[in-house]
């Protein structure tokens, strides 16, 4: 309040901070851009003004686009401007018109109310600050936790910013939940991660690798002191072979000289080449059996440019997409730590026709990453394809199974190409008359990728090349001729390359001259495909260390460590050494952060420890983060502490086995221990819960309390009154479908929303109806979920083995189900009798159109839910599927397990 903030002239509206305010307030809105500089140097303000309702707020970012603070605009405040008061459209006007040098804004409160908001919002922003909520300038997604707060004044908004990464759903019922002393964190990432962790033991080694990542750390920042760069051409293309055969009785059918050789004098060093719709066939995507590769690398080789020697360096398959990298012979011995990973997207990631595969190697001393995808079609799929985006990029990890996986945004450098699927929401003729007229860049006005990067809500600083080309779909095969089929296709630019250029993982923005955009291209020549090929060409900067200098450099930082750590022993302080989380919900993570100060004179490095007796510094159900690291004298670190209760802990906690309780050791090397203790109470839930439990419980589960539920009459047949036939749960997930979902389009194939599936999840454990309005694509994946995390699955362990040998016989799959027990016999035949119910409401899928459910596709997804192998972990069910990973015992158990299944889909007489 008071501070004057001279003007500079106003620029245009085209800020990339304009799209991320975009919904923090409703109505008619009108906004400036005002570029302000203070003592602490430059900062944009963006004045929002809402309508007639006199609603106003001041952001101030900084020029890193962090978000700094938000200023409501009360009715009592005063603005000045070049020392003369005025009113905010006042001040909104001459802003525009580049009419004032200084605004002075005084803040008075009206009946103490201001007070009373400031010190609520500043809560908060320090929450949101602490989640790592409003840096990095992409979605300020910190905005939802002002939905909680009360609206002070009628003159003052603060409105919740759409989601962050579906752009359509606003911070509502779920917001109440939400308090400065225990948040909630809507994070399917978190859950995603926290799926994946891994426990990590106390030796001292460890204790000298945080040292050593120290060092490491302190070695990136002088990397420039003893490092040179070599220049790399990267060759990246991609191309949907819409099902097509390259070869035929081991001779080329197609050329893909026009797509691979661009100029005859060029040789990329490095070719990466991605194809989606490789196989079309029934088996191929069912159970990702396909054995086009070797024809396709054939072709691929015979493609190349003549006198260059190329050898594949590894590929990657997950049904009809395939990824494939190829490199120089000279350029082997420079490469190293090649891993590969491939993650579907929907349901659990169970179905792998859309989806993703990346392939990451070192060359010298820089890593590189490349993924290639197909996301979900059709013109009005926006979101979908922005969520499966958002599905791969936190999906897919390497060094998967230890201590420290990573994502494809920890490298040196990343590129994503792929049938992205994005349109152009025009009429079909207009847009086939602008691209043969060859106006592009009318067409890319309404391209659906530029605007969701616009937006930020997918493929947030990602870089494109410029498109100089025409749309690369749909043509009628064999021509350059848009589709003139009777579904008249409108043509797109689906097929895309583009590179990253943001942070993530990194100490900086990747460099622009590190990564040069050499040329952009389609290959209208290649004319098998409804498709046409892209091709984009990189001149990459790779890192080569010299090894003598960067060893002089790592040992003069060991020095100066020694030397401080040599004057006394570490000491530090916690902010907090009690934290309490309150009301747990089963997938529903809650996050506390306590800071921890170096107040010694020497680096503390510090880990936490397990508990005399026990191999885990924590319980299953806690997640910290970071677990280990060194704090300079005079620094802090914040260390997130959350707790989530997964298909892992539920079963302990909903039994009683065990409480949110525990206590931690934090341990200093050559210091002290401190004790943190975390309490907290549960929410009992009925996922996680034996089918023979659910059918006595005399109510909802969530006003039982914990322990046991008596099966007193679990053994018998139900009898209508002390016992259910199926668990009431299931029965309103099933209900709710049949009543509202039965002809719904890919039911089983597509994801659902996840706070959808929250609210369905608290309607069950609650006894409430399941709200009306919810989408059925939620309902469904809330049944597979709800399958999935039983302790013993529908059909009991010990008959597995029974069932997978009786596949080959109806009779003996029958006989199998006849000896279940009462209460899995009954969930059993309940279930098929309602996939069969869908399938006979479901229209038979036309040639080549894979958004269907048919009854080998529900086989392969409830075969791997309602059988499962007694040795398998029941916790890790549902999470890595053999049928995309190509383990070949496993995949084909899989297939004896949806052939078990598929016989009770498609047989008369089995209920």
Known sequence: PGMPWPILPPRRLDHPLMSATEGLVSGEERCAEIHCTSAAGEAVVILLVKGDEKAYALYVFSPATVLQSVVPVLDTTTLKADGTSITVDGLFTAAKTSQLNTVTYTLKSPAGQWADFFSKFQSVSALAKRLHLNSGGSFHNWTRFAAALPRVSSGMALASAAQPNSGEERFEEDAKMITPEAPELESEAFIDGFLQRKSYDYTPASMQSIREAWIHAQLAQRAPEFTKQRAVTVCIGTYNVNGKYPMEEGRATMDLGPWLRFRPEESPDIYVLGFQELDLTAEALIFNDSTREEDWSRAIELSFHEGHHYRKLKSKQLVGMLLMVYVKAELLPH???????AQGTGILGMMGNKGGVAIRFALNDSTLCFVNSHLAAHDDEVRRRNQDHHDICRRVLFNRDTPAPFTIFDHDHLFWLGDLNYRIPLPDAEVKTLARKGTFEKLLEYDQLHEQKRLRLAFVDFEEGPITFAPTYKYDPGTNDFDSSEKMRTPAYCDRVLCYRGSIGKPAPVERDTVVLQHYVSAMDCKVSDHKPVRAQYLVQIKVIEADRQREVYNSIVRQLDTIENKSLPDVTISSNQLTFENVRFLRPQKHTITIKNVGQVPARFQFLPKPGQAESHKQWLWIDPSSDMIMPAAQKEVGLTVVVDDRSADALNSGADSIEDILILHLENGKDLFITISGNYLRTSFCTNLEELVVAPGPVRSLPAGPIPRKSAAGPPDGVGRLHVPK?????VDYMYRNGLQTESLFLTSGNRKNIWTVIEALDTGKPIPDGIDVH???????????????????SHLYRRCIDSVNSVVLCRQVVSEMPPVPQCVFIYIMAFLREVLRNTKPPAPGDDTVITADKLALIFGSLLLRPPTKDAR????????????????????????????????????
């Open 876 to 911: 890790q069910r549902g999470r890595t599927h053999s049928v995309l990973t190509g383990d070949t015992a496993e995949a084909l158990l899989n297939k004896k397990q949806a052939a078990f299944v598929r016989h009770f889909l498609v047989s008369a007489g089995d209920s």
């Open 729 to 733: 749960e299931l029965w309103l997930l």
């Open 778 to 796: 939620s309902v469904a994946e809330t049944l597979v979920r709800f399958l999935d995390g039983l302790p013993e699955p529908v059909i009991p």
């Open 335 to 341: 490469i190293r730590d090649v891993q590969t990973d």
